[in-house]
């Protein structure tokens, strides 16, 4: 069977345009008197309450309590949790902006499929994507945040959510994201995939890519 042309592109977010640094963040938490953060953070997908933060089951207060309650540090503010957090993410490059902004002008749909979680939105949105004086609705279409639709990839769900809302077809679409699980999770549902490698320069791969589709 002959296969479709690329109409859509759909963004992961850390660890595709975000960078992402685990190491800070361990150290960040572990300077507040919280060195449990190690076992909880993973990449792809944290556990514990991180996990039921990302997935949208527990508020930013409600996060920052429970860390209070473990660490057995009531003096701990809500802002000093969400700076550790933040460490995790340094930032955008200008230069994926700029391509992702290309591929809107060639044509193409672009979306942002992510797990993130409330607390570290408002820095994505506010500082990262303005880094070259746009706001995040200029790159997408639109935004599948995990927080807000109640679901965590690899499940097929918020893709599937996804899918329904866009009105996307999997067949036409090119998921990009470093997750080997999130990868195999589109694949299935009949999505193209490409798997990049930390720190890749997007604009040079994934762009030749693409211009060879065409």
């Known amino acids: ?4 042309a690329i109409r859509n592109i759909v963004f992961d ?12 963040c361990i150290d960040a938490f572990t300077a507040l008197g919280f060195p449990q953060i190690e076992r909880m953070l993973d990449y792809y997908r944290p556990v514990g309450i991180f996990n039921r933060l990302e997935r949208g089951d527990a508020t930013v207060a409600e996060t920052c309590d429970a860390i209070r309650r473990e660490a057995g540090n009531p003096t701990l503010t809500d802002r000093q949790l969400c700076d550790a957090y933040c460490a995790f993410l340094t930032g955008i490059p200008v230069a994926k902006l700029r391509f ?8 193409y749909r672009t979306y942002a499929l992510s797990n ?3 607390m570290v939105w408002p820095t994505v949105a506010d ?5 070259d004086g ?3 609705d200029h790159y997408f279409e639109r935004l599948y945040l995990s927080f807000r639709m109640g679901a965590l990839k690899p499940d097929a769900e918020i893709f599937e959510s996804m899918i329904a809302d866009s009105g996307m077809c999997p067949e036409e679409t090119l998921f990009v994201d470093d997750s080997p699980h999130n990868v195999e999770a589109a694949l299935k549902l009949g999505f193209e995939v490409y798997r990049p490698a930390p720190h890749e320069a997007l604009d040079t791969t994934l762009g030749s890519l693409l211009q060879e589709e065409r």
């Open 100 to 107: 992702v902004r290309r591929l809107r002008e060639a044509g």
């Open 134 to 136: 746009h706001d995040v």
């Open 127 to 131: 500082v990262f994507f303005r880094a």
């Open 116 to 118: 993130i979680n409330e």
């Open 13 to 24: 977010l850390g660890g595709v345009l975000i960078d992402l640094d685990r190491q800070r």
């Open 1 to 4: 069977m002959e296969r479709r």
